[in-house]
């Protein structure tokens, strides 16, 4: 996985001009992302690996696990943790 990689929940905001910002947190708590720790805003593309689930929360999208993230080839990429980061659940 190319570096530098953010771990953790991953928040996808759809923007009105076909930009993309994905939020890293180190928790969804009642919905609601907390902590953010990273943040690729205005991408124009996100790939999303098949085995990441995703919950709707209206405004926006977030993973139901711990997730890595990493951009590469003009798109912010979100896949499946591979470390041993437990989630924190609330």
Sequence with gaps: MPLPTDRGYAVVRQHSDG???VEVCAAITDGRPTNIHARHAQQPA???H???RLVDAG???Y?????????AEDAVNIGPSLGLIKPIVD
Aim: hydrophobic share 40%; proline share 5%.
């Design 19 to 21: 930009s993309v910002t």
């Design 46 to 48: 996100v790939r999303i």
């Design 50 to 52: 098949p085995d990441v």
């Design 59 to 61: 405004k926006y999208r």
């Design 63 to 71: 993973t139901t696990d711990v997730v890595e993230v990493f951009g």
